[in-house]
T-cell receptor, first 114, second 112 residues
Framework: LAKTTQPISMDSYEGQEVNITCSHN???????ITWYQQFPSQGPRFIIQ???TKVTNEVASLFIPADRKSSTLSLPRVSLSDTAVYYC???????????????FGKGTKLSVIP | ETGVTQSPTHLIKTRGQQVTLRCSSQ?????VSWYQQALGQGPQFIFQ???????GRGNFPPRFSGLQFPNYSSELNVNALELDDSALYLC???????????FGPGTRLTVL
Protein backbone atom coordinates (compact mmCIF):
# COMPACT_ATOMS: atom_id res chain seq x y z
CA LEU A 1 0.00 0.00 0.00
CA ALA A 2 1.39 3.35 -1.02
CA LYS A 3 2.18 5.70 1.84
CA THR A 4 0.97 9.28 1.68
CA THR A 5 2.36 12.48 3.18
CA GLN A 6 0.31 15.63 3.67
CA PRO A 7 0.59 18.78 5.79
CA ILE A 8 -0.70 18.34 9.33
CA SER A 9 -2.71 21.56 9.28
CA MET A 10 -3.66 24.56 7.15
CA ASP A 11 -5.49 27.81 7.81
CA SER A 12 -7.48 29.77 5.26
CA TYR A 13 -9.82 32.74 5.21
CA GLU A 14 -13.37 32.40 4.01
CA GLY A 15 -13.78 32.86 0.27
CA GLN A 16 -10.24 31.83 -0.60
CA GLU A 17 -9.20 28.87 -2.72
CA VAL A 18 -7.43 26.17 -0.73
CA ASN A 19 -4.95 23.71 -2.20
CA ILE A 20 -3.85 20.68 -0.19
CA THR A 21 -0.98 18.70 -1.66
CA CYS A 22 -0.34 15.03 -0.97
CA SER A 23 2.86 13.14 -1.78
CA HIS A 24 2.70 9.46 -2.75
CA ASN A 25 6.09 8.60 -4.22
CA UNK A 26 5.48 4.84 -4.23
CA UNK A 27 2.14 4.90 -6.02
CA UNK A 28 1.56 1.76 -8.09
CA UNK A 29 0.29 1.55 -11.64
CA UNK A 30 -3.17 0.34 -10.60
CA UNK A 31 -3.60 2.81 -7.73
CA UNK A 32 -6.22 5.52 -7.77
CA ILE A 33 -6.02 8.66 -5.63
CA THR A 34 -8.98 9.42 -3.42
CA TRP A 35 -9.75 12.23 -1.00
CA TYR A 36 -12.07 12.02 1.98
CA GLN A 37 -13.38 14.73 4.31
CA GLN A 38 -14.16 14.15 7.98
CA PHE A 39 -15.99 16.38 10.44
CA PRO A 40 -15.61 15.79 14.20
CA SER A 41 -17.50 12.74 15.48
CA GLN A 42 -18.62 11.76 11.99
CA GLY A 43 -17.46 9.16 9.50
CA PRO A 44 -15.31 10.25 6.55
CA ARG A 45 -17.08 11.37 3.40
CA PHE A 46 -15.85 10.75 -0.15
CA ILE A 47 -14.92 13.97 -1.97
CA ILE A 48 -13.20 13.09 -5.22
CA GLN A 49 -11.14 10.42 -6.96
CA UNK A 50 -8.77 10.42 -9.90
CA UNK A 51 -6.11 8.49 -11.75
CA UNK A 52 -4.29 11.15 -13.79
CA THR A 53 -4.50 14.75 -15.04
CA LYS A 54 -7.49 16.65 -13.68
CA VAL A 55 -10.83 15.68 -12.23
CA THR A 56 -13.53 18.13 -11.22
CA ASN A 57 -16.86 17.70 -9.49
CA GLU A 58 -19.34 20.01 -7.81
CA VAL A 59 -17.26 20.42 -4.65
CA ALA A 60 -13.58 20.11 -5.59
CA SER A 61 -10.91 19.60 -8.22
CA LEU A 62 -8.08 17.10 -8.15
CA PHE A 63 -4.85 17.77 -10.01
CA ILE A 64 -2.47 14.88 -10.70
CA PRO A 65 0.83 15.46 -12.55
CA ALA A 66 2.10 13.06 -15.17
CA ASP A 67 4.41 11.17 -12.78
CA ARG A 68 1.51 10.72 -10.30
CA LYS A 69 3.87 11.03 -7.33
CA SER A 70 1.75 13.78 -5.86
CA SER A 71 -1.75 15.19 -6.11
CA THR A 72 -3.45 18.44 -5.13
CA LEU A 73 -6.96 18.80 -3.82
CA SER A 74 -8.38 22.22 -4.65
CA LEU A 75 -11.37 23.63 -2.77
CA PRO A 76 -12.76 26.77 -4.40
CA ARG A 77 -13.96 29.64 -2.20
CA VAL A 78 -14.02 27.81 1.14
CA SER A 79 -16.58 28.60 3.82
CA LEU A 80 -16.58 27.99 7.56
CA SER A 81 -18.39 24.68 6.97
CA ASP A 82 -15.34 23.37 5.09
CA THR A 83 -13.42 23.23 8.39
CA ALA A 84 -12.58 19.54 8.64
CA VAL A 85 -9.82 16.96 8.29
CA TYR A 86 -8.96 15.99 4.72
CA TYR A 87 -7.40 12.61 3.96
CA CYS A 88 -5.49 11.61 0.85
CA UNK A 89 -5.50 7.88 0.08
CA UNK A 90 -4.16 5.69 -2.67
CA UNK A 91 -5.47 2.23 -3.44
CA UNK A 92 -5.93 -0.40 -6.08
CA UNK A 93 -9.34 -0.60 -7.70
CA UNK A 94 -8.61 -3.90 -9.39
CA UNK A 95 -8.97 -5.94 -6.21
CA UNK A 96 -11.65 -8.19 -7.61
CA UNK A 97 -12.41 -10.82 -5.00
CA UNK A 98 -9.34 -9.90 -3.00
CA UNK A 99 -9.17 -7.51 -0.10
CA UNK A 100 -9.38 -3.80 -0.56
CA UNK A 101 -8.73 -1.50 2.31
CA UNK A 102 -8.49 2.22 2.69
CA UNK A 103 -5.28 3.29 4.39
CA PHE A 104 -5.70 6.63 6.14
CA GLY A 105 -2.84 8.77 7.36
CA LYS A 106 -3.34 11.53 9.90
CA GLY A 107 -4.82 13.86 7.30
CA THR A 108 -4.71 17.65 7.00
CA LYS A 109 -6.73 19.67 9.46
CA LEU A 110 -8.14 22.65 7.56
CA SER A 111 -9.34 25.57 9.63
CA VAL A 112 -11.35 28.23 7.81
CA ILE A 113 -11.23 31.62 9.48
CA PRO A 114 -14.00 34.24 9.14
CA GLU B 1 -31.85 5.62 -0.38
CA THR B 2 -30.92 4.79 3.23
CA GLY B 3 -27.36 5.54 4.32
CA VAL B 4 -25.11 3.52 6.59
CA THR B 5 -26.36 3.34 10.16
CA GLN B 6 -24.58 2.13 13.29
CA SER B 7 -25.68 1.23 16.78
CA PRO B 8 -25.24 2.06 19.52
CA THR B 9 -24.01 5.65 19.29
CA HIS B 10 -22.04 5.47 22.51
CA LEU B 11 -21.00 2.60 24.73
CA ILE B 12 -19.09 2.29 27.98
CA LYS B 13 -17.52 -1.02 28.99
CA THR B 14 -14.96 -2.18 31.51
CA ARG B 15 -11.69 -3.92 30.80
CA GLY B 16 -12.09 -7.63 30.07
CA GLN B 17 -15.68 -7.38 28.88
CA GLN B 18 -16.96 -8.19 25.42
CA VAL B 19 -18.79 -5.83 23.06
CA THR B 20 -20.85 -6.15 19.87
CA LEU B 21 -21.27 -3.21 17.52
CA ARG B 22 -23.79 -3.24 14.67
CA CYS B 23 -23.90 -1.75 11.21
CA SER B 24 -26.56 -1.59 8.55
CA SER B 25 -25.12 -1.15 5.07
CA GLN B 26 -26.34 1.22 2.43
CA UNK B 27 -28.94 -0.34 0.16
CA UNK B 28 -27.40 -2.28 -2.73
CA UNK B 29 -23.92 -2.54 -1.23
CA UNK B 30 -22.37 -6.00 -0.85
CA UNK B 31 -19.21 -5.17 1.08
CA VAL B 32 -18.73 -3.85 4.58
CA SER B 33 -15.51 -2.67 6.19
CA TRP B 34 -14.76 -1.78 9.79
CA TYR B 35 -12.29 0.83 10.98
CA GLN B 36 -10.98 1.92 14.37
CA GLN B 37 -10.22 5.60 14.87
CA ALA B 38 -8.33 6.68 17.96
CA LEU B 39 -8.47 10.30 19.01
CA GLY B 40 -6.42 12.50 16.68
CA GLN B 41 -5.61 9.68 14.27
CA GLY B 42 -6.94 8.58 10.93
CA PRO B 43 -9.18 5.51 10.72
CA GLN B 44 -7.32 2.18 10.78
CA PHE B 45 -8.66 -0.73 8.76
CA ILE B 46 -9.78 -3.70 10.88
CA PHE B 47 -11.33 -6.04 8.30
CA GLN B 48 -13.68 -6.27 5.37
CA UNK B 49 -16.53 -8.68 4.68
CA UNK B 50 -17.87 -9.71 1.31
CA UNK B 51 -20.59 -12.32 0.81
CA UNK B 52 -20.52 -13.14 4.51
CA UNK B 53 -16.82 -14.02 4.52
CA UNK B 54 -13.79 -12.08 5.70
CA UNK B 55 -12.18 -10.56 2.62
CA GLY B 56 -9.15 -8.88 4.12
CA ARG B 57 -7.79 -7.98 7.53
CA GLY B 58 -5.64 -5.25 8.96
CA ASN B 59 -3.18 -5.51 11.83
CA PHE B 60 -5.67 -6.37 14.58
CA PRO B 61 -5.60 -9.38 16.93
CA PRO B 62 -8.06 -12.29 16.67
CA ARG B 63 -10.14 -10.95 19.55
CA PHE B 64 -11.54 -8.57 16.92
CA SER B 65 -14.02 -10.60 14.88
CA GLY B 66 -16.96 -9.92 12.67
CA LEU B 67 -20.00 -11.21 10.88
CA GLN B 68 -21.85 -10.21 7.76
CA PHE B 69 -25.45 -11.32 7.31
CA PRO B 70 -27.37 -12.17 4.12
CA ASN B 71 -28.96 -8.74 4.17
CA TYR B 72 -25.41 -7.28 4.22
CA SER B 73 -25.71 -5.92 7.74
CA SER B 74 -22.70 -6.58 9.92
CA GLU B 75 -21.41 -6.95 13.45
CA LEU B 76 -18.04 -6.21 15.00
CA ASN B 77 -17.22 -8.19 18.12
CA VAL B 78 -14.37 -7.39 20.44
CA ASN B 79 -13.48 -9.80 23.26
CA ALA B 80 -11.37 -9.18 26.33
CA LEU B 81 -11.57 -5.41 26.01
CA GLU B 82 -8.45 -3.39 26.75
CA LEU B 83 -8.14 0.28 27.63
CA ASP B 84 -6.54 0.96 24.22
CA ASP B 85 -9.69 -0.28 22.51
CA SER B 86 -11.33 3.02 23.41
CA ALA B 87 -12.01 4.65 20.04
CA LEU B 88 -14.58 5.58 17.42
CA TYR B 89 -15.53 2.47 15.45
CA LEU B 90 -16.61 3.17 11.90
CA CYS B 91 -18.46 0.95 9.50
CA UNK B 92 -18.31 1.58 5.75
CA UNK B 93 -20.24 -0.09 2.96
CA UNK B 94 -19.40 -0.26 -0.70
CA UNK B 95 -19.56 -2.35 -3.83
CA UNK B 96 -16.58 -4.67 -4.09
CA UNK B 97 -13.84 -3.21 -6.23
CA UNK B 98 -14.99 0.38 -5.93
CA UNK B 99 -12.88 2.95 -4.14
CA UNK B 100 -15.78 4.94 -2.74
CA UNK B 101 -16.83 3.73 0.67
CA UNK B 102 -19.82 5.17 2.51
CA PHE B 103 -19.22 5.58 6.21
CA GLY B 104 -21.65 5.50 9.06
CA PRO B 105 -21.53 7.98 11.97
CA GLY B 106 -19.60 5.55 14.15
CA THR B 107 -19.89 4.10 17.63
CA ARG B 108 -17.88 5.75 20.37
CA LEU B 109 -16.55 2.99 22.66
CA THR B 110 -15.04 3.87 26.02
CA VAL B 111 -13.26 1.16 28.00
CA LEU B 112 -12.73 1.89 31.69
Amino acid sequence: LAKTTQPISMDSYEGQEVNITCSHNNIATNDYITWYQQFPSQGPRFIIQGYKTKVTNEVASLFIPADRKSSTLSLPRVSLSDTAVYYCLVGDLSSGAGSYQLTFGKGTKLSVIP
Amino acid sequence: ETGVTQSPTHLIKTRGQQVTLRCSSQSGHNTVSWYQQALGQGPQFIFQYYREEENGRGNFPPRFSGLQFPNYSSELNVNALELDDSALYLCASSLLGYNEQFFGPGTRLTVL
